[in-house]
């Protein structure tokens, strides 16, 4: 269904949750690129209310604070609910702060156990995303025999199981093993 016009906008709020619909509408409108459909569904998205705007799922309690700030807010950012309450969305209840000092504020007395903190590092080990490098020793007097030998970089990088940019980054940093010793 394609909009051209905008209408004004009905809120269906089926988790329930305190919002000043007045503020969302103009938040969602401020939000979207494009006229949206006349009425909208607020509804529980993980924990949090939340709305769908140009096919996106953002949180309410997000939005209104980016509205607020007419700026988007980056993810190194949490929307606080001062009340403790995640369905009071309105704009009273809503404070922006630093994620590790959101984390601390929510932590704060709370005794990690062994147990948890075992769980955390399995998590850790097990998330995908970025990678930590690892250091690889390269000898640089078996680097220079093997460049002798003719090996080629991307033999020698299975050889030390490593990326064949390190072995590259290497001879970059050491010229003198592509000399050719005059006998």
């Given at each position: ?52 705007i140009d096919g996106i799922k953002i949180h309410v309690h997000r939005l ?47 005794i990690v156990t062994d147990k948890q903190r075992e ?65």
């Open positions: 269904m394609t909009v051209k016009i905008q209408r004004k906008i009905r809120w269906i709020n089926d988790c329930n949750c305190k919002v000043d619909e007045f503020l969302l509408t103009k938040a969602s409108l401020w939000k979207s690129k494009r006229p949206m459909t006349s009425i909208k569904h607020i509804y529980k998205y993980g924990n949090y209310a939340a709305v769908t209104l604070m980016e509205y607020e700030v007419l700026n988007d807010i980056p993810s190194t950012f949490c929307i606080h609910h001062l009340d403790g309450n995640k369905m009071n969305d309105s704009i009273a209840n809503l404070a922006i702060m630093v994620a590790g000092a959101h984390n601390s504020h929510h932590m704060k007395g709370h769980m955390t590092v399995k998590a850790d080990h097990q998330q995908k995303g970025m990678r930590i490098r690892r250091t690889v020793k390269v000898p640089l007097n078996e680097l220079k025999e093997f460049l002798k030998d003719g090996k080629s970089i991307n033999w020698i990088s299975h050889y030390y199981e490593c990326d064949w940019s390190t072995i590259k980054r290497r001879i970059n940093e050491n010229p003198e093993l592509l000399e050719v010793e005059h006998e």
